[in-house]
């Protein structure tokens, strides 16, 4: 049984959830899940969880994210992106870099964004692209995000004109809506005509494998050789080390005590903690009350 986290390189075309698929049968196991939609037009890093580790995807998905994107301008789409339909037209408005980068600047930083009607969010219990498709017009309530960076690396006049962006920003940015709202701001329109994405957290794009080379490694010695394990995909959580009697007690799920770990002053402010032994990964703990108390557990007793 394999566990551990996967670095694959998402191909145009494919949903994130056609490539767990993929995965799921080269592994030989139905426990495999993302950590991050991508949208199917996008390609770039894409991380899975597989096995045991699929209980931990959820804190190697709270990671920020970099992408480089192909904008254009003088057009805007009810998606965002070059699939969607057209919903304005604004060929005669001239774009410069300049005008760009200043726009640009409007958006670095803590932003609010409404999510596109053609994603997963979920509102009044329904996601948005089934409504999306269904016609059905909603209030969607703004998010607070953050752009950490964003930057026009190239521009091209055109027509229609197209910029590339380098972005970086926090879990949960849409970056087609990131374009749409660029675009009213300048006044064209505009939208992500193409998109990659060059990293998570710790996994970059020069990291992944292709589901090619996967499929020949599943034939192989096995996908095992591109599996990092779940200890070292949480490598910026804290560690403790257990002794033996404690490693019984959090494989049951009992509490630590916090002083009876080595370097426990170093934890105090700890959220999150992960317990483990010479074996790898046991399970995370928060600290609460002068204890260490397991909450994702990830070996068996």
Request: with cysteine.
């Amino acid at each position: 049984m394999i566990d551990g986290i996967l670095n694959v390189l998402k191909p145009v075309g494919m949903t994130s959830h056609d490539v767990v698929d993929v995965i799921r049968r080269l592994a030989g196991t139905r426990r495999v899940g993302h950590t991050g939609t991508l949208d199917p037009g996008a390609a770039g890093v894409l991380v899975l969880a597989i096995g045991k580790a699929t209980r931990v995807a959820e804190f190697v998905a709270e990671t920020d994210k970099e992408y480089r994107v192909e904008i254009t301008f003088g057009r805007a789409t009810d998606s965002g992106d070059a699939y969607g339909k057209t919903v304005a037209e604004h060929p005669e408005v001239r774009v410069d870099p300049a005008q760009v980068r200043d726009v640009l600047s409007r958006f670095v930083g803590q932003i609010e964004q409404v999510p596109p009607m053609a994603s997963a969010v979920h509102v009044g219990g329904r996601r948005l692209y089934e409504l999306h498709r269904q016609g059905t017009q909603v209030e969607v309530p703004s998010r607070r995000v953050t752009v950490y960076q964003l930057d026009l690396i190239g521009f091209e006049q055109g027509p229609p004109a197209r910029g590339w962006l380098h972005v970086a920003c926090s879990k949960g940015t849409y970056i087609r809506k990131l374009c749409h709202d660029i675009g009213e701001a300048h006044g064209a329109g505009a939208y992500a005509s193409f998109m990659i994405r060059t990293r998570v957290g710790r996994y970059s794009l020069e990291d992944t494998h292709t589901l090619e080379e996967l499929s020949q490694a599943a034939e192989g010695a096995g996908l095992a050789s591109a599996v990092e394990s779940a200890d070292a995909a949480l490598a910026d959580l804290p560690v403790v080390d257990l002794l033996p009697p404690q490693r019984q007690a959090v494989m049951h799920g009992q509490p630590v005590p916090l002083f009876k770990v080595q370097g426990w002053q170093s934890l105090m402010q700890a959220k999150i903690v992960r317990l483990r032994d010479t074996q790898g990964l046991i399970a995370l703990a928060r600290v609460e009350q002068g204890v260490l108390k397991p909450f994702k557990v990830l070996r068996d007793s």
